[in-house]
């Protein structure tokens, strides 16, 4: 299984009602081999952390590719999460089942 | 439940056994509360993504906090990654059990 993770560092003074649309909107996008996505704010425990994660589960490399090109998923990252977003640190890693 | 993610950047020239090491040693890094620990290098799949990942689900802040804080943990830190990474973007937030 692959884990997909997105962190990112949110622009200054960016209006709240925007990261909750993103948030709304990238949890609904879906494909095939898509297992689990979970989406939230830092927490706030540690200083110096990134604002917002991304974690997505999918079953292998094609899922992700799929994941990564889909159509919807494609549009919330240019119309809703590039507004947003200051730096966005990406991986795709392997996880165990 | 919490999520903890860190994403590392390494640096140049880096001696593959250094990174060999330390994922060992995180992967043995162990708190009451500490649910699943996944590390792993990038696979390769994107362009400008971070090279390791390390991603622990946690019972709880309590958990956390432990497992911030464990003496071990703070070893493996300080001895191994620090030499290895180039920058750390980490992030604590809420997860469905």
Redesign the interface.
Known sequence: M??H?A?FRLRGGVDPDMVVAFVEAIRKVHVDGLRRL?V????G??D??????V?CDLDD?DA??RF?SDQEHVRVRKELAAPIAETI????????A
Not at 40 to 43: N, V
Not at 48 to 53: I, K, Q, S, W, Y
Not at 89 to 95: G, K, L, N, V, W
């Open positions: 692959i884990r993770v962190l979970e939230g704010p830092d927490l425990l540690r110096g952390n990134c604002d917002l994660a974690v490399r992700y590719l990564d640190e990406r991986i795709q890693f392997e996880i165990t």
